[in-house]
């Protein structure tokens, strides 16, 4: 889970991306340049693409730059790989994955397209550009591509002569002349990493959600919006499971220092330009303050796990490289790690994948890396998920792990796996459970109270 490297192209000569100071800037100030990303279900229908073009000319008349990123119109994406689906199941060779990324980035391309068509029946210039056109160059590793460079001379003469620059999210382009896209949400990591290579004064991420909450709302109706949230606590509840923001673009905003604020595309477009400025989640650097009263910030959880048992390996030095080293090679992330005490010489290992690389593991563990370790069985189970509480307090404070495996066995709840970091505690449980659970941590945690932490 690293960032994407660190190279940039800007104008006509190589730097590197910036690392500011911590501090934010007012995108109110006369001619910021502000990035928007709007996400797919503000792009769901030309008339909230209507509502988007009147939006962004709004801050264009207000005297703002705007870079603007949308991702695929609602659904589309899943449209294309069903497709794809039907023609050839099982596309998982290099080959069939380049003709998926080479479809799967069409939906952005209708996207800005028609965001531009929204735009100039407002009155404005606006210009919208493939990730090739750009070119936002990225590695060859398709359907999971990592951004590499970017060349933002084209977008700041666009910029220079009064038009709004509305770029694909979610792909860009290999040395080889290949389009590739970035992996489910890469709109976001697009929308940070322009907003990195230009230095822009704010990254704005518009979602169907007004904000970061404690926890899913449709969960926990009492969940509450967090107007502020560190970035350690973000990339956590990212990495946990929280849909409001893909992982790999927070790593990179933290990397880069990019002001990020994720706020609703769904109030209403003419809304007073300050107050949507100060409205939804500021992602802060700042959490000295913070780190004195926050507990637990959030509860995150995640229903795309499945868990795999590589069992009776030989309890020897190198064996967890053995397996998970065969599986790193496939491009397959792993997540918690168990191995068992030892017993007779030998022992199980078990570890998480996503639920989408579940049987692509499994046939690799059973094929390949179970044979030649001499493994009695390779077991696994789909029916999980991992439920994590997350505070930039839980570094100074003790017993909050404590606390939560109370809050889980009250309500009866087996704990299967244990994961932890300075600033989380994650567990691995029944999925059936994983509501349950999460309401449970809510009131333990009391993140329903006005006064609770990280507010």
């Known amino acids: 889970m690293c960032c994407a490297k660190a190279t940039v192209w800007a104008g006509y000569t190589r730097r590197v991306l910036p690392s500011p100071e911590p501090v934010f800037i007012s995108f109110l100030i006369p001619m910021a340049l502000i990035v928007h990303k709007y996400g797919g279900t503000s792009m769901g229908s030309t008339e909230r693409i209507r509502n988007v073009a009147k939006r962004v000319a709004k801050w264009v008349r207000a005297g703002h730059q705007l870079v603007v990123v949308p991702s695929a119109m609602s659904g589309e994406t899943n449209?294309?790989?069903?497709?794809?689906?039907?023609?050839?199941?099982?596309?998982?060779?290099?080959?069939?994955?380049?003709?998926?990324?080479?479809?799967?980035?069409?939906?952005?391309?209708?996207?800005?397209?028609?965001?531009?068509?929204?735009?100039?029946?407002?009155?404005?210039?606006?210009?919208?550009?493939?990730g090739w056109q750009v070119p936002i160059r990225t590695d060859s590793a398709f359907t999971k591509a990592r951004i590499e460079a970017i060349d933002d001379s084209r977008i700041r003469a666009d910029l220079a002569t009064?038009?709004?620059?509305?770029?694909?999210?979610?792909?860009?382009v290999d040395a080889e002349g290949n389009v590739t896209t970035l992996g489910r949400g890469g709109s976001d990591t697009s929308a940070v990493a322009v907003a990195a290579a230009m230095k822009a004064d704010e990254c704005l991420i518009y979602t169907d959600v007004d904000g970061v909450y404690t926890t899913d709302p449709r969960v926990v109706p009492e969940a509450r919006r967090l107007h502020t949230v560190s970035f350690e606590e973000m990339l956590e509840m990212a990495s946990m499971g929280s849909k409001v923001l893909q992982i790999r673009s927070v790593e990179f905003a933290g990397k880069y220092r990019v002001p990020l604020r994720v706020l609703s595309s769904f109030t209403p477009w003419d809304i007073d330009l300050a107050e949507e400025a100060a409205s939804g989640t500021l992602i802060t650097f700042e959490d000295d303050e913070k780190m004195e009263q926050a507990v637990v910030s959030g509860i995150a959880f995640n229903r795309d796990e499945a868990k795999i048992a590589v069992l009776g390996v030989p309890d020897t030095p190198g064996i967890a490289y053995q397996i998970l080293g065969a599986v790193a090679e496939a491009n397959i992330d792993v997540d918690v790690i168990i191995q068992n005490v030892s017993k007779d010489g030998k022992t199980d290992f078990s570890f998480t994948v996503n639920r989408n690389e579940f049987a692509r593991a499994m046939a690799l563990l059973k094929e390949k890396v179970a044979p030649s370790?001499?493994?009695?069985?390779?077991?696994?189970?789909?029916?999980?998920?991992?439920?994590?509480?997350?505070?930039?307090?839980?570094?100074?404070h003790v017993g909050i792990a404590a606390r939560m495996f109370k809050a889980l066995a009250d309500e009866g709840i087996n704990i299967q796996?244990?994961?932890?970091?300075?600033?989380?505690?994650?567990?691995?449980?029944?999925?059936?459970?994983?509501?349950?659970?999460?309401?449970?941590?809510?009131?333990?945690?009391?993140?329903?109270?006005?006064?609770?932490?990280?507010?």
């Open 162 to 172: 009064g038009k709004v620059v509305i770029v694909t999210g979610f792909q860009g």
């Open 373 to 396: 370790l001499g493994a009695t069985e390779v077991v696994g189970d789909t029916r999980i998920c991992k439920v994590s509480i997350v505070g930039i307090g839980m570094r100074s």
């Open 417 to 455: 796996m244990i994961s932890t970091s300075e600033i989380k505690t994650s567990v691995v449980i029944d999925e059936k459970y994983m509501e349950l659970a999460v309401r449970g941590l809510h009131r333990a945690f009391e993140l329903d109270q006005d006064n609770a932490p990280a507010t």
């Open 79 to 130: 449209r294309l790989l069903g497709l794809a689906k039907e023609l050839h199941p099982n596309a998982i060779d290099e080959a069939a994955q380049r003709e998926l990324d080479a479809l799967a980035s069409t939906g952005e391309q209708v996207s800005v397209g028609l965001l531009a068509l929204a735009l100039q029946a407002e009155g404005m210039q606006a210009v919208s550009y493939a």
